[in-house]
Structures are given as structure tokens and as C-alpha cells.
């Protein structure tokens, strides 16, 4: 009778359990990846054919980075940092190399990353010094102490594993410092200097079935007194669940704080039982709805990508095994 009881009690658990992981008799979903490289108001009129030529150029090599890591049977941690590390060496992004100026005339990096399998997740913020971001937001996950770091204790963290560091002109580029003079001269505000949120990011399931999700960014021109947006927040602009979905968020950092943009997008498809497209067409619309703009990329357990951004444009790009293999600039 006991052991009648037992078989019950496990058996009811199962049942109730949530699934974590891959679900191999569901069949196996291969390999999906996507990346962004900022939202914005991006007009076709105020880009000339080589300009857009560029950027695509960018993004596939990106995307063939992190897909060429899942094609060869890696983890998707493994191939959201292969893509983003290039982007970060890319000054047409904001990220790393090409980072935007602050008030002072200094480049502070931000990133994080999280790993669906298990949900550990590493961020840092205020980052001067360190050659890729995303690199030192991935030791910090991987060192399992803390998830955040910020500023001083970030660099030296970095120097403590070994991390290529750079110096501060390295990251400093003309545009951007021009960008800066015209915000300062004009009293423009940091979109109407930039004309998109440079965050770059990447979301991937590999052949396993596991989920993860990465951001890296400069932030915004101008900004000040240490200002921190989403992309290094996980649950705001980052995030990654193995039973549902992973995100990376580029946009007016404030309000997808407000949001909790990536925590709010899973957590509708996993609670409420929402669409991947549709949670994420809901959650920029509230984002809109509070004054802020910008996209999303996301990827789910079974592979589907989807894109979703309130502005004109999105640098984006995906690939599957199934053998979808393409880049865009602008919402058509």
C-alpha cells in the first residue's frame, strides 16, 4: 500500500512538473539563431546603397559566426558570443569598439548574458577598458558568486581572469565623438543624435534544445552620472528560459526597464499561453504606450525567431538548420 502510494505521489509530480530542456520525443527542432544590431529611425532615403551594403555585410558575418558555431553541434551560450564579439569589434555598432560618448567624453560599456539550461546569467556596467564586454558578462556567469558588476570592481575582475583590455582611444571613434559635439551644441536628445539604439545582441537554441541570450551596448550618447540602461538588466534587456523562450531587447533603456520587457515577454508565454509573436508584439506596444521605442529578437524551444520593433528599422539577421539564412534593415 505504501509503495501504491509512492507511485501516485511520483507519478502526480511528474505530471505537474514544468519541462525544462529538450523534450527529444517532441523530435529534435536543429538549431535557430538570431541577432540585432539596433532599432531606430532608419530611413531608406538617408541611406545610400553601400551604406546599407555595409551594414548587411556586418550583420551576415555575424550571423554565420554564431551559426557556424551551432552548425558544428556548439552551445548556444557559445554562439551568441561568437556573433556578438565581432559585433563589438564592428565601430559601426554600439557596442565595444564604437561605443557611444558619455556627458564627459569617456566610453562606459555594458552586456550581459543567460544561459537558458539553468538560467545563471552574468552583467557588468561602466566597462572602460575591456576589449569585449560580453566576454567579462559571461566570466562573471560562469564564476557563479555574483551576477552583476559594476565600474572598478568589473576591471578588475577582468584583469583577474585574464580578460584583453584596451586602451580608452581604442574604443573612441570620430562619428561618435562628433555625435556627441552636435548633442552638446544643439541640445539634442541622444535618438535625435544617434538615430537608433545601437545595442547589439544575439538569442539562440542549439542542437541540444538549450536556450541563451546575450546584449552588449554603449548606451546612449550623452548620458550621465553612471547611467545604466536595459541591456545589461536581466529581465529587462535580457534574458533566457529553457521551457520558454530567450530575449534580447535594443531600445530606450528606461522604459524597458519599466516593462521588464524580456522577463515580460516569456512570462506571458509561459503563463498566459501567448504566441512568441504576440507576446512580443504586446509588450513594445506597452513599451510604446509608456513613450519608449525600439525591438526585440526571440527565439524559442522549437526554433521559431521572431522580430518585433515600434521603430522604422531594426538591423536583424537569422539562421536555422533548416536553412534560413538572411539580414535586414528596415521594417519592410
Known sequence: ?????????????????????????????????????????????????????????????????????????????????????????????????????????????????????????????????????????DAVRTDGRHVFLSGAGAEQFAADKGLETKPPEWFATQSRREALERLK????????????????GAVALDSKGHLAAGTSTGGLTGKRWGRIG????????????????AVSATGAGEYFIHAGVAHEICARMRIGGDAPQVAADAVLAEVKELGGDGGVIVVTPTGEVV???????????RASSSG?????????
Open 185 to 200: 551644441v544643439k541640445q539634442l536628445s541622444a535618438l535625435d543624435v544617434d538615430h537608433k539604439f545601437g545595442t547589439v
Open 1 to 137: 500500500m505504501i509503495f501504491i502510494t509512492r507511485i501516485a505521489l511520483i507519478a502526480s509530480f511528474l505530471i505537474a512538473a514544468p519541462a525544462f530542456g529538450h523534450d527529444s520525443s517532441a523530435g529534435d527542432p536543429g538549431w535557430s539563431f538570431a541577432i540585432h544590431g539596433g532599432a531606430g529611425t532608419m530611413d531608406r532615403d538617408l541611406m545610400t546603397q553601400e551604406q546599407q551594403a555595409e551594414y548587411k555585410a556586418a550583420l551576415q558575418a555575424a550571423l554565420d559566426a554564431g551559426a557556424a558555431v551551432l552548425r558544428d553541434g556548439g552551445s548556444a551560450m557559445d554562439a551568441v558570443q561568437a556573433a556578438i564579439v565581432l559585433m563589438e569589434d564592428d565601430p559601426k555598432f554600439n557596442a565595444g569598439r564604437g561605443a557611444v560618448f558619455t556627458w564627459e567624453g569617456t566610453n562606459e560599456m555594458d552586456a550581459a548574458v543567460m544561459d537558458g539550461l539553468d538560467r545563471s546569467a552574468g552583467a557588468v556596467t561602466g566597462i572602460t577598458s575591456v576589449r569585449h564586454p560580453i566576454l567579462l558578462a
Open 307 to 317: 522580430f518585433s520593433f515600434n521603430t522604422a528599422g531594426m538591423y536583424r539577421g
Open 230 to 245: 536595459d541591456a545589461p538588466m536581466i529581465g529587462a534587456g535580457t534574458y533566457a528560459d529553457d521551457r520558454i523562450c
Open 324 to 332: 534560413i539564412n538572411e539580414v535586414a534593415i528596415f521594417k519592410d
